[in-house]
């Protein structure tokens, strides 16, 4: 394990993983810059790099989603090193790759590391981390600004702690390891308590526990007065909007992701509606590999991964094995239950998956399993490789608003939520024929005066928080049974009204010039925005037409006529109201209507 040669050719793995990702970067730098302005939120398998590139570049006071309250201490960890890569002079873009690339290389050479110390030898851990470098996994979110590589890292981070020789671990060390998994992700917490509990008693596993979170909390609530918009953990943030048991294909599906796609993705499906504009997706009802090269990757990955899961169920590192499988239950119950594109979180299962198929070099056909891998290496890379670059074209594709003619050979399947209209090929685009209708329930402008103590409104989608940071609930109204109460903590959230049948769906109030409502608030600072289409038809950014305002703790009527944003009112998407001060915020609404 310690030998000069093993830790040389680790150190290559890591700088050959950091190289490789940093080039693959820069085959999807759209991600690198902001996706809103480019249309192409959630484009990337529903991952949000926007939010990361902001977390990782943005003035620290910026009214950030950070999302802390399910990455603890993700901020404070890659803010000060690409701020620092800044200050030596590259560009914001530059530095997040290379962060991101330095991390991806990182793992790979722990990843060497924890198989050296499982006990394969060091042909055999390089050849399986190889295996899972070259993975869809890997392949796919090594190169993204996203939190999973990171929060994979703990994973091995714990492995690592775990195989260590008994008498080179401490209590402290127990703490330490616990806190690093709860740090990236609160869900990946799980593998800390479970080495935690596997080789402590109960009070000396109840006291690690305590102090690690008691750790995290403190470093939290430390960051919290460097990053304004950050949360403690485990605070509720609308998680359970993400529920989704049927997602993309239903339970099967996401099954056959977390354990093939995670290593040998299909072919890319391509899913279109009007509230996340383009996104790619792999978790589709039949969405299995389907090319010769495809088909004999995953045949031989499925393969090992029998024959090392048959082997390690035998193993003698019976805590390695509680721990693995234990934590390996857990994410897949969790992601059966969570999110809609399942191999957005493989790598929570990637390193899991390949450490078990690794112990197929422990069987008698030791050179088999090795041939079986090398085969997989480069049918896999290959495959996975080709999608990779599909995926990318489509990205530019998106970026530029070309018809998608470069897709037109693959399989895809593309939904309009605004109309009943669906693609017939890659060639068209969703239709925008529900533009200048007439919303059902418009009467005499009416939209909400909140009287009934429920959020709804008299016609359209209704009311929504601009994100999960945001609560509305009702309270008493401006001489009136009750108000839109809005409350947050991020500058730019607030309040969000959908006049049409679904998110960002725009329809004719063209009868109408403009909207008034009675307001008031604990902040001073406040804007409204409107969105058309009309206005957005290449950048979406441009489609939104904002303008601040000043809230007081009286209650005040505020006026705004369409054409003072430069619209008509035939094609409004969206109302809202938000705050523009950084901070706690609550401010009410009432008596809203449209206005002649």
Partial sequence: ?????????????????????????????????????????????????????????????????????????????????????????????????????????????????????????????????????????????????ETFVFSSLTYLGGLAFLLLPGRRKTLGGYVLISALTLSMAVTNWIMGLMITVSELKIRPASLVTLLALALVMSLSALQMSFFPSARLPLTPAGEFALVSWSGHGGPLAKLYSMFVTTAVVPPLHVVEDHFRATSLVFTAQHSLVSSPLGIAAATAWIALLGMGLARFMRSRLRVLRLVVITTLAAQVVLHLAFGVETFLFSLNFLPLLVLIASFCVEARQRRLSLLLAAFLIVTGFANNRSQFRAAATALQAVVEHQPLECLAKMELREWCLGCSFVAADARTRPCRNYLKIRPAGLENGDISDFDTREVKARFGMGWDATNDTVQLSIANGHLTQGSLLVTGNEMGSGATFFPGPGPFVGVDLSDYRGISFMARGSISNARIYFFSYDKAPLELEKGFRGRDFSLTRDWARHEFKFEDFGLDGHDIGLISVASMEPGPFEFQLDDIRLTK
């Fill in 1 to 145: 394990m310690g030998s000069c040669s093993s830790r040389w050719v680790g150190l290559a793995l890591g700088l050959l993983t950091a190289a490789w990702v940093f080039h693959s970067a820069g085959e999807i730098a759209p991600l690198y810059g902001s996706a809103f302005q480019q249309g192409i939120w959630d484009v990337w398998f529903d991952a949000d790099p926007d939010r990361v590139n902001l977390i990782m570049t943005a003035d620290r006071h910026h009214g950030r989603d950070d999302h802390s309250e399910r990455h603890p201490l993700f901020n404070t960890l890659v803010y000060f090193p690409t701020q620092g890569l800044v200050a030596l002079g590259l560009e914001p873009p530059t530095a997040v790759r290379a962060v991101i690339a330095l991390a991806a290389g990182f793992w790979g050479a722990l990843f060497f590391v924890v198989l050296r110390m499982a006990g394969r030898r060091m042909l055999d851990a390089a050849v399986f981390t190889l295996v899972a470098l070259t993975s869809g996994s890997a392949l796919f979110f090594f190169p993204i600004p």
